[in-house]
């Protein structure tokens, strides 16, 4: 069954810095790919999504995420963060048809 | 544009009680999808339901139930509660069982158990 594993269960970064966060999925064909962020106690928002097409996705917020068959990857990045980017993100594929699952998640901190 | 809507957002229930959770899909969405999230946890798939027919079954107690209506609204009903059921409790709806067209999620109801 179709899997994605974050391997970085917290990250911290400086305001103004870099991000790029890690996600891996397991699934023999193309597989649809999401990025989900979480406020502490809110709801999932949707970053972007992947489903066919050009491998570089953008989304909301100044993020984008690159699929690379050859790695099995799904890595979101954003050149700049800002302090209002700490947050849980998820990265997500559907299985089967239907359900989407989740990864592990990463907590991101950011530092002033 | 209409989002999901989860009712009540928040709720407090004591042990062995029952509790029902609801949620509105964006209109013309005909899937439905529950997912429970425990602390620190990432969320993990209850159930969900197609065109008011259950269509997947995950890691859902037997004590919980669910279904979709008509409207295609849907509820979750959990009874005899247990501490472990804290937790928050999504809902996302879809078009065409997550085809490509993406998921939506609700607020969310963040049910705790006393």
């Known amino acids: 069954a179709q899997s994605v594993t974050q391997p970085d269960i917290h990250i911290t970064v400086s305001e103004g810095a870099s991000l790029e966060l890690r996600c891996n999925y397991s699934y023999g064909a193309t597989p649809y790919l999401f990025w989900y962020v979480q406020s502490p106690g809110q709801g999932l928002q949707l970053l972007l999504k992947y489903f066919s097409g050009d491998t570089l996705v953008q989304g909301i917020k100044g993020f984008e995420a690159e699929f690379k068959r050859s790695q099995s990857s799904f890595n979101l990045r954003k050149p700049s963060v800002h302090w209002s980017d700490a947050a849980e993100y998820f990265c997500a594929v559907v299985q089967g048809a239907q359900k989407l699952v989740f990864g592990q998640g990463t907590r991101l901190t950011i530092n002033p | 544009a209409a989002g999901v809507i989860q009712s009540p957002r928040h709720l407090i229930k004591e042990k062995r009680e029952t509790a029902t959770l609801k949620c509105y899909p964006i209109p013309r969405h005909d899937t439905v999808y529950w997912y429970q999230q425990g602390p620190g946890q990432d969320p993990q798939f209850l159930i969900s339901f197609y065109e008011k027919m259950q269509s997947d079954k995950g890691s859902i107690p037997d004590r919980f139930s669910a279904q979709q209506f008509s409207d295609y609204h849907s509820e979750l009903n959990m009874s005899s509660l247990e501490l472990g059921d804290s937790a928050l409790y999504f809902c996302?709806?879809?078009?065409?069982?997550?085809?490509?067209?993406?998921?939506?999620f609700g607020s969310g109801t963040r049910l705790t158990v006393v």
């Open positions: 996302a709806s879809s078009f065409k069982q997550g085809s490509g067209s993406g998921y939506t």
